[in-house]
């Protein structure tokens, strides 16, 4: 298995751009997470999908940013318009329901976004 | 909501000794900590985790402890090599989902 894949690695973009990341979760995975780290805040839940279905969004930082997750090998992150305080590095990850007793989050490699 | 803090933000060790890093958390109700490492520029990944059900566990020189009654709960790294140089976050949770961070460990292990 690839593993969590996300696109782009890089973004750097300017002031009021739109911003669309993108996640590939492993391959039979039903729970889908977004993560952003950044050294004053270190690193955060934004948004979980479980079946495709957003479950908890309450660490998205405001209406800027949202989330999709159209199907279940795809999520996207946007955030429109982007500000230079966006500027972090967001993760995915995702899990699969309690497989053997596996509970663990697979991260992916990470978007390190520059907002200028 | 919960809140995990994390001592010490840095920590410096020779090649062999052990190291210890502490996590406190706040909600009661938390009952999944698993504990991840995340080298320079790279992902978090799991190293160990543990079940509120249980009070330690050990994989090899890792090992977690946790303390339900203080809401507490540390990673022991014995034998330490330079290659467990990196950054250690631990995390608390209640389920497996909406995981809380600590403010993560530097650790730097000198040959």
């Known amino acids: 298995d690839a593993g969590v894949i996300q696109s782009p690695r890089h973004e750097v973009t300017e002031m009021g751009q739109e911003v669309t990341l993108r996640c590939k979760p492993i391959s039979g995975h039903d729970y889908l997470f977004w993560y952003r780290q950044t050294m004053m805040r270190g690193l955060e839940l934004l948004i979980y999908f479980n079946n495709n279905v957003p479950i908890d969004d309450s660490g998205m930082p405001e209406d800027r940013f949202s989330a999709k997750m159209p199907n279940a090998s795809f999520s996207t992150l946007k955030i429109q318009p982007s500000e230079p305080r966006d500027s972090a590095v967001y993760f995915c990850?995702?899990?699969?329901?309690?497989?053997?007793?596996?509970?663990?989050?697979?991260f992916g490699p990470g978007t390190r976004l520059t907002v200028l | 909501g919960e809140n995990v803090e994390q001592h010490p933000s840095t920590l410096s060790v020779q090649e062999g000794d052990s190291a210890v890093i502490k996590c406190t958390y706040s909600?009661?109700?938390?009952?999944?900590f698993p504990w991840y490492k995340q080298e320079l520029g790279k992902r978090p990944q799991l190293i160990i985790d543990?079940?509120?059900?249980?009070g330690e566990k050990k994989d090899q020189r890792i090992a977690v402890t946790l303390n339900k009654t203080a809401k507490h709960f540390s990673l022991h790294i014995t034998e330490t090599q330079p290659e467990d140089s990196a950054v250690y976050f631990c995390a608390a949770a209640y389920g497996f989902q909406k995981l809380v961070f600590g403010t993560g460990t530097r650790l730097l292990v000198s040959p």
């Open positions: 909600d009661s109700a938390s009952n999944y």
């Open positions: 990850a995702s899990r699969a329901t309690g497989l053997a007793g596996v509970v663990e989050q697979f």
């Open positions: 543990i079940r509120s059900n249980v």
